[in-house]
């Protein structure tokens, strides 16, 4: 018989998270993924996600105005609803108040968790989603009530407006079912009327990508090609970072147990699905942090047998201390919580990627506002193309007077070219000896510095001006596409 649900510890560490992010989420600034979010236009799906990240983003500032606190308040909303559906995944595993209470208060302020609730990214909608596809799969299957499987497919459908990589998931979890059961799972009528239901909900969004060309698996390639060495080597040491290393014995005890536990053994594909959905990514190239959701529902899974472990007064302590422990480590490395004077000086940039790709924006935008300072007649042939989406988003955000603002990455492309008007170009981040090819002159007016030495990619990049365009914009726009 299931537990009751204890609501006191989840509303607890929801209010706890809630606040902790509320107070830091205005600090630092936009990241540069959020400043490409700002500047799309509305579609049903973009070349490199869905478009409900960026949905969710827009309408949180239509409510709470624009700002980047606002534009961030739907991660904390994620964040405390992951939390919520965890404890209920513990809960469903047959844990107690004691695992309920680890559950919550160890996930609430664990690393990657921290990281995904600062920032407003696909990946933190996709931690929400994966939770909740997990816990009514395990209701599916362990209570034996396969119309649970209908809500799976009613969230992995939703899901599909975001990423695509929840497809990766259902895979992992059907490879798992097929490799140790319950195999009858497989040929269920409500199975497979929830993958329907999945398809009929993302439907919109899948046919977009198709009438586009798929443009996603052309993006999944880019970043495999470009990052996917990389992307290998870290794949398996990154997993013992992602809730951070005090909680890998509850996480790894929850993987352990579904494989030994009897009464668990109708959700024992749990445990499968993961080293199955590390082979997918390790395959594809894909990024570490991918299978961050199965990470959670080991580590709710977990928490149920550690908690029974930790019933004396030494063990608990010792829980308590990891607990505590992987908090501090965890919210100095995730959340901005150092001056962003001094955060130079310290490893968290080498630690925390999306620190460094928060730091910047508003001193680059001024240093890449040449537009304002030209005369009125060469203002009425100029654009500005930049190298990447952030800076884009920066000089739409944060300068004065920008101009017209181009740029090739991503579906940023799909808004060019410039008009034939436009003989002049002010380059942000290109390489001017690459432009030259294209320009009877490029010369070199800036070089960007954030000011305070946190290395990002627009550190030391040049802005240029390019005078006397040699080819049709239809000819050289696609020179300046790219993926990643």
């Not at 193309?385 to 920008?402: D, H």
Request: one cysteine or more; aromatic letters at 10%.
């Amino acid at each position: 018989m299931r537990p009751p649900l204890f609501r006191l510890h989840p509303a607890l560490a929801s209010l706890a998270l809630a606040a902790v992010l509320s107070a830091v989420n205005g600090r630092y600034d936009y990241h540069r993924d959020e400043l490409y979010f700002l500047i799309l236009e509305r579609a049903w799906g973009y070349v490199d996600q869905g478009p409900l990240t960026p949905l969710l983003g827009h309408l949180s500032i239509a409510v709470f105005g624009d700002t980047v606190w606002a534009f961030r308040f739907p991660s904390v909303l994620c964040m405390v609803g992951m939390l919520w559906l965890a404890a209920l995944l513990t809960r469903e595993l047959g844990g107690g108040r004691a695992a309920q209470a680890l559950c919550v208060w160890g996930l609430a302020f664990a690393g990657v968790a921290l990281a995904f609730g600062h920032v407003l990214s696909t990946a933190t909608v996709d931690l929400v989603v994966w939770t909740a596809v997990l816990l009514f799969a395990v209701r599916a299957l362990l209570r034996d009530r396969p119309q649970w499987w209908l809500a799976v497919g009613a969230v992995a459908g939703i899901g599909l407006y975001n990423k695509h990589l929840i497809v990766l998931l259902l895979i992992s979890l059907g490879a798992a079912l097929l490799a140790v059961g319950p195999r009858r799972a497989l040929v269920s009528r409500w199975l497979w009327a929830g993958v329907a239901l999945a398809f009929v909900i993302g439907s919109p969004n899948l046919i977009y990508q198709a009438q586009h060309g798929w443009p996603q698996l052309e993006m999944a390639s880019a970043i495999a090609e470009g990052d996917g060495a990389e992307n290998r080597i870290t794949l398996l040491p990154f997993q013992f970072l992602l809730l951070g290393l005090f909680l890998v014995p509850i996480w790894v005890t929850g993987l352990i147990a579904l494989l030994r536990r009897p009464a668990w053994r109708p959700v024992r594909a749990l445990a499968v699905a993961y080293p199955v959905l590390l082979a997918i990514v390790l395959a594809a190239g894909g990024q570490m942090y991918y299978s961050i959701g199965l990470v959670v529902a080991l580590y709710a899974a977990g928490c149920a047998p550690v908690a029974a472990w930790a019933a004396s007064q030494g063990r608990r302590a010792l829980l308590v201390a990891a607990v505590g422990l992987n908090t501090a480590v965890s919210a100095v490395v995730a959340l901005p919580l150092i001056p962003v004077e001094a955060v130079g000086d310290t490893p968290i940039p080498a630690m925390n990627d999306t620190v460094p790709d928060q730091i910047g924006w508003q001193t680059y935008a001024r240093q890449a506002s040449v537009f304002q300072s030209m005369t009125p007649e060469e203002k009425d042939r100029t654009v500005t193309v930049t190298a990447n989406y952030g800076e884009a988003g920066a000089l739409l955000e944060y300068a004065v007077e920008s101009g017209p603002v181009y740029s090739g990455h991503n579906e940023l492309f799909a808004y060019g070219p410039p008009p034939e008007s436009a003989t002049t170009v002010i380059t942000v981040g290109l390489p001017l000896d690459r432009m030259e090819e294209y320009f009877d002159e490029c010369l070199a007016v800036a070089v960007l510095d954030n000011n305070v030495g946190v290395e990002n990619e627009e550190q030391g990049r040049t802005v240029g001006v390019c005078r006397g365009r040699t080819l049709p914009w239809a000819e050289l726009w696609p020179e300046f596409r790219h993926y990643d």
